[in-house]
């Protein structure tokens, strides 16, 4: 389609709280001059430009309203600029990127375990004597990700840990006040 640059805006001529009258002007001046020219010095103009209102619309407390048949008042609608569009699109953005972070680090914390266990299963194996239960296991675990959250540690191996004992971990870690 054809780019319309306009330069004029366009303005509300307002006679006692109504629209009387739209008009294109080069600037407020004049358009408040035309008003005043055609209604008397009670009438004024109103930059319109970016709603859509209509000849016989209110005007109150700085909105406009079109009176419907049942004569409610409803408030005509802003119409943005393509910069306030832009600028609110970017606001969105970073609200939605603000939220994949947070489910981001949250998918993080619950993968503690798989994810951040730097030490192989040699120093696991080390530590658990004799055939190792689930429980010696998991306080295993539990000791390296406390050291690791303690220290700051990065445990950078990915040792799949079966759900059984990652949830066991988890409730060690828990039953220490340790979030994960």
Same mark, same amino acid.
């Given at each position: 389609?054809?780019?319309?640059?306009?330069?004029?805006?366009?303005?509300?001529?307002? %006679?006692? +709280?109504?629209? $009387?009258?739209?008009?294109? *002007?080069?600037?407020?001046?004049?358009?408040?001059?035309?008003?005043?020219?055609?209604?008397?010095?009670? *009438? %004024?103009?109103? #930059?319109?430009?970016?709603?859509?209102?209509?000849?016989?619309?209110?005007?109150?407390?700085?909105? %406009?309203?079109?009176?419907?048949?049942?004569?409610?008042?409803? @408030?005509?609608?802003?119409?943005?600029?393509? $910069?306030?569009?832009?600028?609110?699109?970017n606001q969105k953005?970073?609200? =939605?990127q603000n939220l994949?972070? #947070?489910?981001?680090? /949250? $998918?993080?914390?619950? !993968?503690?375990?798989?994810?951040l266990l730097k +030490?192989?299963?040699?120093?696991?194996?080390?530590?658990?004597?004799?055939?190792?239960?689930? $429980?010696?296991? *998991?306080?295993?675990?539990? #000791?390296?990700?406390?050291?690791? =959250?303690?220290?700051?540690?990065?445990?950078?191996? =990915?040792?799949?840990? @079966?759900?059984?004992? &990652?949830?066991?971990? &988890? +409730?060690? /870690?828990? !039953?220490?006040?340790?979030?994960?």
């Open positions: 389609g054809m780019e319309i640059i306009m330069s004029n805006n366009i303005y509300a001529i307002i %006679f006692e +709280n109504v629209v $009387k009258n739209i008009i294109v *002007a080069d600037d407020y001046s004049l358009a408040d001059t035309l008003a005043k020219a055609s209604y008397g010095n009670d *009438a %004024f103009a109103v #930059d319109s430009s970016r709603y859509a209102t209509a000849i016989g619309d209110l005007y109150e407390g700085g909105i %406009f309203y079109h009176i419907l048949e049942d004569g409610t008042k409803m @408030p005509v609608e802003y119409i943005p600029t393509e $910069k306030e569009l832009i600028e609110n699109l953005i970073v609200e =939605i994949l972070t #947070d489910i981001y680090e /949250l $998918k993080l914390s619950m !993968n503690y375990i798989l994810v +030490n192989t299963l040699t120093e696991i194996s080390d530590k658990l004597s004799g055939t190792p239960d689930m $429980k010696s296991i *998991a306080n295993v675990y539990a #000791d390296l990700i406390e050291r690791s =959250i303690k220290t700051g540690e990065i445990y950078k191996s =990915i040792e799949e840990v @079966p759900d059984l004992i &990652r949830d066991s971990v &988890r +409730n060690i /870690l828990i !039953n220490r006040n340790i979030n994960v």
